[in-house]
């Protein structure tokens, strides 16, 4: 079995979330994926959250290309959920490029191209404005 492993916040859930997992699943046969708690986004990021890490994790969790969704802690917790999980493809979006090099030793890194035309960003920055 060819196990796939993500990570992301996935608030405000969109279209562009569900074609990185839908992308991330047709390269193996299992997807995890890892959320990032509020208190890793709060601490780690400053990023507040519109949603809560649980209901984040329960959104994902019912997609159907979703196999198991755990939590992130924290940024060196990349390297043991890759060994520990005995993970094959290690995926993110592509403004992550390079910067998870360091598992090419234990998996094969790959960085999809993000959904033009929509992102997290944009929807936060579109909901400000209508405030």
Same mark, same amino acid.
């Given at each position: ?12 859930? &969109?279209?562009? &979330? ?11 046969? &299992? ?17 507040? *959250? ?6 984040? =994790?329960?959104?994902? =969790? ?25 993970? /094959?493809?290690?995926?993110?979006? &592509? ?11 234990? *998996?094969?890194?790959? *960085?999809?191209?993000?959904? /033009? ?15």
């Amino acid at each position: 079995m060819k196990k796939v492993i993500t990570y992301g916040t996935f608030d405000l859930f &969109h279209r562009g &979330h569900l074609e990185i997992l839908r992308r991330a699943k047709e390269l193996g046969d &299992h997807l995890t994926v890892v959320i990032s708690t509020d208190e890793f986004n709060w601490n780690e990021k400053q990023k507040k *959250c519109v949603y809560s890490y649980e209901d984040r =994790a329960a959104i994902v =969790a019912a997609i159907k290309y979703v196999d198991a969704v755990i939590p992130e802690t924290c940024w060196e917790q990349k390297m043991t959920d890759v060994t520990d999980r005995d993970i /094959d493809v290690f995926v993110m979006g &592509h403004d992550w490029d390079g910067k998870f090099d360091f598992l090419k030793e234990q *998996c094969e890194v790959i *960085c999809l191209p993000r959904t /033009d035309g929509i992102s997290s960003t944009e929807v936060k920055q579109i909901v400000k404005d209508d405030h």
